[in-house]
Nanobody, 124 residues
Framework: QVQLVESGGGLVQAGGSLRLSCAASGRTVSTYTMGWFRQAPGKERELVAAISRSVGSTYYADSVKGRFTISRDNANNTVYLHMNSLKPEDTAVYYC?????????????????WGQGTQVTVSS
């Protein structure tokens, strides 16, 4: 199995940028489909970006398309979420997750391993 630890969250003004990191241990990230989810208070946890294990296909939620980029660094066993042009509605706890499936799934139920989450707060 794999252990996931997120970092890089914080407070940023609208229009700013952050880079979230998800460091994996136990297994290499290249053997999993990786996803970044977020959960705002009172809302469901939603998938915002994912990268598939098999061919590296990526997924982005419509709300972040063109602003967020997911990437995978196999050498450092880390997955990143680059977030640009941040908006107050991006405020949430962001979670890194891994699934043994070959392709990304939108449902959180399909992901086997989770990090502890990192808070992102965007001020207006």
């Amino acid at each position: 199995q794999v252990q996931l630890v997120e970092s890089g969250g914080g407070l940023v003004q609208a229009g700013g940028s952050l880079r979230l990191s998800c460091a994996a241990s136990g297994r290499t990230v290249s053997t999993y489909t990786m996803g970044w989810f977020r959960q705002a208070p009172g809302k469901e946890r939603e998938l915002v970006a994912a990268i598939s294990r098999s061919v590296g296909s990526t997924y982005y939620a419509d709300s972040v398309k063109g602003r967020f980029t997911i990437s995978r660094d196999n050498a450092n066993n880390t997955v990143y979420l680059h977030m640009n042009s941040l908006k107050p509605e991006d405020t949430a706890v962001y979670y890194c997750a891994a699934t043994r499936l070959s392709f990304y799934e939108l449902s959180r139920l399909k992901y086997d391993y989770w990090g502890q989450g990192t808070q992102v707060t965007v001020s207006s």
